[in-house]
């Protein structure tokens, strides 16, 4: 079964700086699909940034990019130029593809921007 | 634009009640999901269905049913509500499975309490 691994339950960055959350998973499929989301106080969820594992190229969006290292099976996430409205819980979750329509979620790690 | 709307957002009960969460999309969907979410676990997936009339279990489905009667609605039944399932339940839809282009568009969540 596939596993997704957040090793920070939490962690701390100043405004304006930039942080890096880490995820791992694992995998024997060699076609998969990577998802940061994040959970903010009011507790909707929503997709930060998605990454197709057949694609070599980093995804990027705005402030938020990653590190996916498909060797390693890790997919991080970095967030630049921290904002107080960053602040949340932000999970990782996978996707096997095909018609395996379940998402699998990391436990999460919350994020506290310092003003 | 509603999106996703879950009824209702609180609700407490006790042991042996039962009860049925309600989630409507209104962005015309095929997928629909319900998570709950427990400190330091992510977001287990419960039951999902790929389309009217279809129901199918997820990672956590035992104690709960579901039912699909309408494309726009999923209903999340308790039949004898256990302390073991105190949880925050999220609902969520999807245009098409996760793994592609489509990305989980969610609920607010409902904080359910059995005593």
């Known amino acids: 079964a596939q596993t997704v691994t957040q090793s920070q339950p939490e962690m701390s960055v100043q405004e304006a700086e930039t942080v890096t959350l880490s995820c791992t998973y694992d995998?024997?499929?060699?076609?998969?699909?990577l998802f940061w989301y994040k959970q903010p106080p009011s507790r909707q969820m929503i997709l930060v940034i998605r990454q197709e594992a057949y694609k070599q190229q980093n995804a990027t969006e705005n402030r938020f990019s990653v590190n996916f290292q498909k060797a390693a099976k890790s997919f991080s996430l970095k967030i630049s130029d921290s904002q107080l409205g960053d602040a949340a819980m932000y999970f990782c979750?996978?996707?096997?593809?095909?018609?395996?329509?379940?998402?699998?979620f990391g436990k999460g790690t919350l994020l506290t921007v310092n003003p | 634009n509603a999106g996703v709307t879950q009824t209702p957002k609180f609700r407490v009960l006790k042991t042996g009640q039962s009860m049925t969460l309600l989630c409507a999309q209104d962005m015309n969907h095929e997928y629909m999901y319900w998570y709950r979410q427990d400190p330091g676990m992510g977001l287990r997936l419960i039951h999902y269905?790929?389309?009217?009339?279809?129901?199918a279990k997820g990672e956590v489905p035992d104690g709960y049913n579901v039912s699909r009667l309408k494309k726009q609605n999923f209903l999340l039944g308790l039949e004898s509500a256990a302390p073991s399932q105190t949880s925050v339940y999220f609902c969520a839809s999807s245009y098409m499975w996760t793994g592609k282009a489509g990305e989980l568009f969610f609920g607010e969540g409902s904080r359910l309490t059995v005593l």
């Open positions: 995998t024997s499929e060699s076609d998969y699909y």
């Open positions: 979750a996978y996707n096997s593809g095909g018609s395996n329509y379940k998402l699998t």
């Open positions: 269905s790929v389309g009217e009339g279809t129901t």
